[in-house]
Structure formats: structure tokens, C-alpha cells
């Protein structure tokens, strides 16, 4: 059975199989109104406001009553007096979401600053088929790996390394809405060095595109 995967704005996307659906990552970067829209299930990796926006999960959990919120401790806390509409995930849970099996892997976000410890940060394997890390570089065995494809936390050579350790048969970028338009060239002329090196599906999908897994 076939994933259709939808990209939207900067880390999120939506994933769909036998007419059921769940959202990863609708954070304040992600302008489309609609991301959430008749998903089952929200998927949170970390608390980082282009990732999680409270009260954008606050207000699609008051209109659909079927919707769930699946995140790490750090990101349930911003969500008290939900009750059991958020769930709290740690790595090594293998949980059916949707119509899916989402296994959870990680537990923290990248190294990015001296000073400051890093956030909790759990990554989604869905299917078995699709990873998407949050602003992590975690591996494991996965055939189609979410990218990130520009962070403050990431060099060029640290994609290129993750690319290359992860070898997915496929790998589409995320974690994209820092970037201007000379940015995007930039990222998908290294994707497209990758996907020849590697002989992979490597690019970059422009918001709102599908692909089928």
C-alpha cells in the first residue's frame, strides 16, 4: 500500500494511506491554513516555534474531536488542559496512529548553542518506509528520509555526511523556510551532486508537491 507525502511550508508534512491521514510538524512556519485539516493525528518532533505552534494545535483540537497530538514531554507541557488529546512519546514507543505504525526514535535535539542545553526532540519512522527526524541527525534503517535541508545547527558537510551515513533509496528536504531563493539553488544543487553520488531520489519538494512512497 502506497504513502502519498505532501511537503508544506519548512518542516511539515502531511502523510496519507487508505484515506486516513496525519500531520508532522505544523509549526509558525508552515502558512498553509489547511495543513491540519482532516488529519487524524499531529506528530511533534520539538518545541521550536517552526515546528509547534500552541495555539494553532490548540484551536484544531477544539474543531475535529478525532484529532490526537503525539510529542516529546518538552512539547506536551505548552499543551496542559488537553487531557488524553495529547500523548506523550519517547523513543523506543511503536504505536498504530492513524492507520499507521509510527516508531519513535531519538530523544534529543542537535547540539546548536554553548550555552544552552538542548530541547527534547523525538524523531517519527512511519511505516517503516519514512523518517522525519525533527533537528536531529538520527539513523536508522529507513528507504525514504526527510532532510533537513538548511538549520543554524547544520553545515553543508553535515547533510552531505547524514545523506551518505543514512544511503535512503530516497530523501526529499526539509527544515527550507530560512532560506532566500539563492539559498534554495544552493540546497538543491547539493541534493541533486547527492542523489547522482548516491543513485537516489534527492531533491527538494516545493510546497504543496507529492510524492508516492
Known sequence: MTIKLTKFGHACVRLEKNGRSLVIDPGAMTPEADAVTGAEAVLVTHEHFDHFEPERLRAAVAEDPRLVVHTCPGVARHLTGLGERVRVVRAGDVLPIAGFEVTVVG?????????????????????????????????????????????????????????????PRRAYAIHDGLINEWGVKVLEGVLAGEAEKLGADIRRLKPGESVEL
Open 107 to 167: 530523544e534529543k535535539h542537535h547540539f546548536s548553542h554553548p550555552d544552552v542545553p538542548p530541547v527534547d526532540n523525538v524523531g517519527f519512522v512511519v511505516d517503516g518506509e519514512v523518517l522525519h527526524p525533527g533537528d536531529a541527525l538520527t539513523v536508522v534503517d529507513v528507504p525514504t528520509l526527510l532532510v533537513p535541508g538548511q538549520a543554524p545547527w547544520m553545515t553543508v558537510p553535515d547533510m552531505i555526511a547524514y545523506l551518505r551515513t543514512m544511503a
